[in-house]
């Protein structure tokens, strides 16, 4: 049987952006941002940690990848440009910035332990990926964080 969930979400795309596929990975990646943005905000607020910084650091963790499409090296080069984009607002102290832009930095080490903060974007980048189509089996590489994040969270898996 064909997976029904990812069946009905490329009839929505489909329908929605008439197969223009730049659009199309636009479209996810920017769906991506958003979701782990509101699981940032959830994870922070049960962890403690500043859940308004948390669903900043959500928003921009892959930008660079949304800009560019281009996934070589996005931790790095997304940091990066987070920082460009908050000192341009001047939105965020310096502390805060940096905090921020650490976490980008380091989302993509999943099998790592990094600061409280950080395991707030990493934990929210990976309860998006695994809840994103709950019939698709978890990757080896996330698969460990996100057992952890089904106990914290009471989730029945």
Known sequence: MENRIEILRKYIE???FEK???IMLRFVQLNHMYSVSQFCAMIALKRGENAELAMMAGLLHDFHTFLTLEPENHA???AILAKEVLEKLKITADDETDKICSAIRSHSSKNSVQSAFAEVL??????QHCLFNV????????????EKLVKEFSLKN
């Open 122 to 127: 990493i934990d929210a980048d990976v309860m």
């Open 14 to 16: 489909n329908f929605l």
């Open 20 to 22: 223009t596929d730049e």
């Open 76 to 78: 790095e080069k997304g």
């Open 135 to 146: 019939t698709i089996p978890v990757s080896e590489r996330e698969k460990n964080r996100f």
